[in-house]
């Protein structure tokens, strides 16, 4: 970190003193600053850790708000309208981003797909079929949007921030290279402490009520089981009954539920399937902080620890 401030202030200064024969000299100095607007919170936590003070980054989905049915407002559309950026996450999470940049009608605006060149997974084994497939086939036809979860990839996702970034505020190009070396150190060290903790437990498996976990779960060597693919207030019957099925089929070490959530059928179903029920962290909800995937990320190693042992 004490390399950063030091690169920080020496960019600023660079900018002012280029800045006038450039053609935008006539604009103010506060409209210099990059307008980036992220689609939801682990996307804006990448792109605030590798702009730092340097660009105005918004978040559209409110860090409260569940990103899977979210629907835009005008509030966002006149976000877009004005921004210089967009980041998102892709493989078809953010549905309600194609109408909202179509309204927004603004032809400077650049996109970053954080996931550009990451391979989709589709399924992993074993997982439980999709029963509702042609309900819910729009929300993942372009394979699994849940990379972020995966520090390897998240990775991945903050170079391609950071690549977008400098190519949209070249004069800031050192700032965002600095700033995105020390969050990706930190995701080498989150991927150091789960390779290192998780591979004393080889093909553990959990089921999962929201089908976040299978990037992070080949990563490790875990084995997730979705019963239902996107959280859900009410357990149907029938996941019941998959539920049942998986425990019975697999060597199945936990049940895993949303963290703030007390949902008594899944907590009576561990019960009865004697089992723990504990909270999984996806992070599509949280505090704006981007260290926040850092804290959420250990307190799911420790979850998946005491489930796994
Ligand atoms: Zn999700």
């Given at each position: 970190m004490a390399l950063l401030l030091p690169v920080l202030a020496t960019t600023g200064c660079n900018q002012s003193n280029s800045a006038p024969v450039s053609p935008k000299a006539e604009s103010s100095?506060?409209?210099?600053?990059?307008?980036?607007?992220?689609?939801?919170?682990?996307?804006?936590?990448?792109?605030?850790?590798?702009s730092g003070d340097l660009a105005n980054v918004e978040v559209l989905v409110p860090p409260g708000t569940e990103v899977h049915e979210y629907q835009a407002t005008p509030?966002?559309?006149?976000?877009l309208a004005q921004a210089d950026v967009l980041v998102k996450n892709g493989f078809g999470l953010e549905e309600f981003i194609e109408n909202t940049v179509k309204n927004a009608q603004n032809t400077k605006l650049k996109e970053i797909e954080a996931s550009n060149g990451i391979k989709p997974l589709q399924e992993i084994s074993p997982v439980v079929k999709r029963a509702e497939k042609v309900d819910n086939d729009h929300n993942?036809?372009?394979?699994?949007?849940?990379?972020w979860l995966d520090p390897v990839l998240a990775i991945k996702q903050v170079e391609n921030i950071?690549?977008?970034l400098m190519a949209a505020d070249p004069a800031n190009k050192g700032a965002y290279q600095?700033?995105?070396i020390a969050?990706?150190?930190?995701?080498?060290?989150?991927?150091?402490?789960?390779?290192q903790s998780l591979q004393r437990y080889p093909n553990c498996t959990f089921v999962t009520f929201h089908d976040a976990y299978p990037y992070l779960a080949q990563r490790?060597?875990?084995?997730?089981?979705?019963?239902?693919?996107?959280?859900?207030?009410q357990l149907s019957p029938t996941d019941i009954q998959?539920?049942?099925?998986?425990?019975?089929?697999?060597?199945?070490?936990?049940?895993?539920?949303?963290?703030g959530v007390d949902n008594k059928l899944l907590k009576s179903l561990s019960q009865d399937l004697n089992l723990t029920l504990r909270p999984l962290d996806s992070m599509e909800i949280g505090p704006l902080d981007p260290q926040h995937y850092f804290t959420a990320m250990k307190t799911n190693l420790q979850t998946l620890e005491s489930a796994c042992r």
């Open positions: 100095p506060q409209s210099r600053q990059l307008k980036v607007v992220a689609t939801f919170l682990p996307m804006y936590w990448f792109t605030k850790a590798v509030k966002d559309v006149q976000a993942h036809k372009a394979g699994n949007p849940h990379v950071r690549d977008g600095a700033n995105a969050y990706i150190q930190q995701l080498q060290e989150i991927d150091r402490q789960f390779k490790y060597q875990l084995k997730q089981v979705a019963v239902v693919e996107i959280p859900e207030d998959k539920t049942i099925a998986a425990v019975k089929q697999y060597k199945v070490k936990a049940l895993f539920g949303e963290p």
